[in-house]
T-cell receptor, first 116, second 110 residues
Framework: EPEVTQTPSHQVTQMGQEVILHCVPI?????FYWYRQILGQKVEFLVS????????KSEIFDDQFSVERPDGSNFTLKIRSTKLEDSAMYFC??????????????FGPGTRLTVL | GQQLNQSPQSMFIQEGEDVSMNCTSS?????WLWYKQDPGEGPVLLIA?????ELTSNGRLTAQFGITRKDSFLNISASIPSDVGIYFC??????????FGKGTRLSVIA
């Protein structure tokens, strides 16, 4: 059973279009994370989100990216104007407790984003 | 930024053989995690290590947190076909994001 569910499983979009990726936790957790993995490469941290605020973000997470938790349940990652190099798998992750802030992160199945 | 060197990049082994892979870092980590990723899926947490010198097992998997806090290894004993996949190490220091290695691709020949 997945720790979080992610939708869609695959998103194809045209360059310059906006995309929104969704993450739905199985239960109510405080800490969420977004990672991306370009095909054949390592997993890279994008952003962490705690108590409805961004805790930390990487250099990759520029002004084109945003995250929010609009209804207190879904956790979304928005890419405002997609570029070819945004093509990647995007993973949502969560930790069990505040004490495991950056530890023991459990990943969702991912959304494969393809930018044409 | 922090980088992890993971080796080997890939391995081809016979079913039943033992496997060993490792990660090294120029920085100290407080946490080492090992994940397995199957094609098209998200990483699955295998083992988490929190203390220098700690040795932890999960079935046929054993991982150790290096004494220097700059390295960790993962062993798989008596490999089976379903062990095929990419194994990633990841490290964290305090409240810093996870840093992932580039992965070890394991192939098991029946």
């Amino acid at each position: 059973e997945p720790e979080v569910t992610q939708t869609p499983s695959h998103q194809v979009t045209q360059m310059g279009q906006e995309v929104i990726l969704h993450c739905v936790p199985i239960s109510n957790h405080l800490y969420f994370y977004w990672y991306r993995q370009i095909l054949g490469q390592k997993v890279e941290f994008l952003v962490s989100f705690y108590n409805n605020e961004i805790s930390e973000k990487s250099e990759i997470f520029d002004d084109q990216f945003s995250v929010e938790r609009p209804d207190g349940s879904n956790f979304t990652l928005k890419i405002r104007s997609t570029k070819l190099e945004d093509s990647a798998m995007y993973f949502c992750a969560r930790t069990l407790t505040p004490e495991n802030y950056y530890n023991e992160q459990f990943f969702g199945p991912g959304t494969r984003l393809t930018v044409l | 930024g922090q980088q992890l060197n993971q080796s080997p990049q890939s391995m081809f082994i016979q079913e039943g053989e033992d496997v060993s892979m490792n990660c090294t870092s120029s920085s100290i980590f407080n946490t080492w995690l090992w994940y397995k990723q199957d094609p098209g899926e998200g990483p699955v947490l295998l083992i988490a290590l929190y203390k220098a010198g700690e040795l932890t097992s999960n079935g046929r998997l054993t991982a150790q947190f290096g004494i220097t806090r700059k390295d960790s290894f993962l062993n798989i004993s008596a490999s089976i076909p379903s062990d095929v996949g990419i194994y990633f190490c990841a490290g964290a220091s305090g409240n810093t994001p996870l840093v992932f290695g580039k992965g070890t691709r394991l192939s098991v020949i029946a």
